[in-house]
């Protein structure tokens, strides 16, 4: 008896697959013993997360072309022809129409070749292959490609071991794997029928609201005997009895019929070639009898005449400029577009002030409309400001002085306005610049000072150069550049765009540095702004890297190598959509992905926009009009907590709900205190609900901190439910309102961050998770 290896595989149908799903599934067994003995079988899948328009048919497109090509080329081995074949379907992808409207990278491909005992696997961009060995499941260690389409230089690693009998593998897109998750997979694999196992995990998809790409395919090996063939074959010869005859068509007459058809067709053509010859003779002749142009001759201009004439003109040009600046000099000197000083309109600036005193009497008097009708009170504050801008330059300054205080701080309390005092717990050496802030593992603070990065402890101030420009193997680092925090690790990029890894081993400041291995051809200039994570497991300290990269309009996605050493190619994050990566400012990720822009913040989930926006930043339109977005920082889990953003053009800290995007308060500097002005880093301690959270930043010169105390609501008349300021009420006097004096909040002379800082988000521990 002999034995052989066979395969079981299961399959969703086509009918059965959810209807925004764009994926398609290939397998082929050869029938005939030369294929399957020199190609194997084939077992495909073309996924996109995109849908809409003609990605279903663009994967249709890249799943037939590397059918093909693999078994037309016998050129090479297998992995070779594997890798010409997703060229050949990448190229043809990028000339069709099929792949007009799509975005980069967003098609992903998982296939296997299976040749007698011999396994091929190979992946590109938004799909995985798991080989389940001994009911563990392992991922094949190869060079992931990226998506297509890519560009012509397209590199797609095989991987190639055995497959034996009782092992199993799975090729899935990586939605389907995100939504269900690895041990659902195995579980299924293990346990059922490759079929019932791959219906099994469809409907885990669908009852879990999966969308969008959900191809699976499951193949087991298993052992089949086979009887000895005892019976000789005879080979078996057909008769021709016609062979050498002329041919000539079964039917009658036929190829007299088709002779004649020839024979007018020739005679057709020579006569319609007569006929237009004969008529483009005619007009031919007829032209050539018309009347002609006669030849005429310019007359030649010499040099000295050319630089005349230019000369000429120059100073015509000149003189038309000069008369019509003459003449816009006296027009605006008579008057029609000249602006009278407004201090000489006395009774119309005083007029101004005393309306903007009497709104503010409304305002701040017995009715305290502050409290008891703000958006009358805001509306009353806002024309008050600009009588007090009409009035400005025409009236007493100490007076108006006094009632442009008492406005604005009426419109802060309006709008939640603290002013803070921070404190400075270290200074960066003269000569030297702060470029980045991070908070570390251990909850100290991290900055980039100079050419080195310096490891500072807040509660103490103790300070530690962790490394400096030239530390490590090799050539060295290069200059510090950007700072991120992933895991147990702080990441430090250098400006050759080379990744590190510093690993804290006590508290103060020893560790040890290696340099991380980063698959993949992209390179990180100096146009990545950032680098983020998100752990995945934190027992064995395992997390995905997230960069925004401009060069291709996405965030590229950095999966962990299973043993932790590096990361492995890149995928796209952005689906179906293309972003202004490029007006990207700042990433911070909790399950969420955010993206700060100068005029907004953006929140992704599972690639596509959610949809979230923050409510306008306060309408005060007077104090501070607009804003201008460049760091986030943020406190609680994912949907809970709220968002901190540095507004850089008003200097200021705004506060809003995470969940929702509502306007919660602001905070700015006080009179003499640090200023919130050129910040180059952030982070935000959160010390739960009793204690407020702590505001680190960094400025050139050095590192801050300050309590982040809400407002408190003013002894007086109560305010409505959700409306506190920082600002008592005072009663009106009779003339004009007296400025109170402003509210400022004072760091304790010891702070205790016995805190809990802002750690990169993760899931539970020892648990792999999907994330955003």
């Known amino acids: 008896m002999a034995s052989r290896l066979a395969l079981k595989y299961g399959l969703v149908s086509e009918e059965d697959r959810l209807s925004n799903s764009a994926d398609a599934i290939v397998v082929t067994e050869p029938t005939t013993g030369s294929k399957a003995r020199t190609k194997g079988s084939l077992y495909l899948i073309v996924c996109t997360k995109q849908t809409g328009g003609k990605t279903r ?105 055995d497959f034996a009998v009782g092992d199993s ?60 063939v005892e019976h000789r074959l005879v080979p078996v010869s057909v008769a021709e009895p016609l062979a050498g005859a002329p041919e000539h068509s079964p039917i009658p007459l036929a190829d007299q019929v088709s002779a004649l058809g020839s024979a007018v067709r020739d005679r057709a053509g020579a006569a319609r070639t007569g006929v237009r010859d004969g008529i483009s003779g005619t007009v031919g002749r007829i032209l050539d009898l018309m009347p002609r142009r006669r030849a005429g001759y310019r007359r030649m201009r010499t040099a000295a005449e050319s630089t005349e004439s230019r000369r000429r003109a120059s100073i015509a040009a000149i003189a038309l400029v000069a008369v019509i600046v003459v003449l816009g000099a006296l027009v605006w000197y008579l008057g029609p577009f000249r602006t009278e000083s407004p201090v000489n309109n006395t009774p119309d600036a005083a007029a101004a002030l005393a309306d903007a005193t009497s709104k503010a009497n409304q305002v701040f008097g017995s009715a305290d409309l502050l409290h008891s009708d703000p958006t009358s009170a805001q509306l009353l504050l806002q024309t008050a400001w600009d009588d007090l801008v009409s009035a400005k330059n025409g009236v007493d300054a100490a007076t108006w ?31 030297e610049l702060i470029t980045g802030l991070v908070v570390g593992p251990d909850a100290a603070a991290y900055a980039i000072v100079g050419t080195g990065v310096v490891r500072v402890d ?20 290069a200059q510090p550049r950007l700072l991120g925090l992933g895991g147990p690790d702080l990441l430090i990029v250098d400006t050759n765009g080379g990744l590190w890894r510093w690993r804290p081993s006590d508290a103060q400041g020893g560790g040890t540095l290696g340099q991380v291995r980063v698959a993949g051809d992209q390179v990180w200039g100096a146009d990545v702004v950032d680098i983020e994570t998100f752990v995945i497991n934190a027992d064995q300290g395992l997390y995905r890297i997230y960069v925004p990269y401009p060069t291709a309009q996405q965030i590229l996605r950095y999966e962990p190598t299973a043993d ?24 911070m990720i ?50 809970s907590g709220d968002l901190y953003l540095w507004d850089k053009k008003w200097s200021r800290i705004l506060v809003y709900d995470k969940d929702q995007g509502t306007y919660q308060q602001q905070y700015i500097a006080a009179n003499g205190a640090p200023p919130f002005s050129d ?94």
């Open 458 to 477: 807040p509660t103490n101030g103790s300070v530690a150069t962790i490394v400096q420009t030239g530390s490590g193997s090799a050539q060295g680092m």
């Open 169 to 228: 593998l799975v090729l899935c897109s990586r939605n389907l794997v995100e939504v269900v998750g690895t041990e659902e997979l195995k579980n299924a694999v293990v346990t059922l029928h490759p079929q019932s196992a791959v219906e099994h995990l469809h409907h885990l998809f669908v009852a879990a609201a999966g969308e969008g790409s959900d191809a699976v395919i499951a193949l087991e090996a298993t052992e089949v005997s086979l009887s000895r």
């Open 401 to 431: 002085n006094r009632v442009e205080a008492q406005v604005a701080n009426g419109l802060d309390t309006l709008f939640n306005t603290t002013a803070v005092s921070g404190s400075r717990f270290y200074s960066a050496p003269a000569g």
């Open 57 to 161: 048919d663009a994967c249709r497109l890249v799943a037939d072309t590397i059918r093909r090509e693999y078994y037309y080329d016998e050129s090479a081995g297998i992995s070779i022809v594997l890798e010409k074949a997703v060229r050949a379907a990448n190229r043809k992808l990028r000339q069709s129409r099929e792949g007009g409207g799509l975005s980069a990278y967003s098609i992903g491909i998982t296939l296997a070749v299976v040749r007698g005992s011999e396994l091929y696997v190979a992946t590109a961009g938004d799909a995985n292959a798991y080989l389940i060995r001994s009911a563990r499941l392992l991922m094949p260690e190869h060079h992931s490609g990226v998506g297509l389409p890519a560009a012509d230089n397209l590199r797609l690693g095989v991987w190639r071991g």
């Open 564 to 587: 932790g050493s590096g990361f492995s190619a890149p995928a796209p994050y952005f689906v179906g959509t293309t972003e202004n990566v490029s007006a990207f400012k700042q990433l």
């Open 590 to 639: 909790d399950g969420d992905v955010y993206a700060v822009t100068e005029p907004a913040l953006t929140r992704y989930f599972n690639g596509r926009d959610s949809g979230f926006s923050l409510d306008p930043a306060p309408d005060d339109k007077n104090l501070r009009p607009g804003h201008l977005y460049e760091m986030l920082a943020a406190t609680g889990l994912k949907g």
């Open 679 to 772: 910040l180059t880093g952030m982070y935000i301690v959160d010390r739960g609900v009793t204690q407020p959270p702590i505001l680190v930043w960094a400025r050139p010169d050095g590192l801050y901190q300050v309590p982040l105390v809400a407002p408190q609501t003013p002894i007086g008349s109560p305010a409505p439910s959700g409306l506190q300021t920082a600002v008592p009420t005072l009663p009106p006097p009779a003339s004009f309102i007296p400025t109170p004096s402003p509210t400022v909040t004072q760091i304790p002379a010891s702070v205790e961050p016995t805190i809990r800082p802002r750690r990169t988000p993760q899931g539970a521990p020892g648990t792999p998770t999907a994330g955003p």
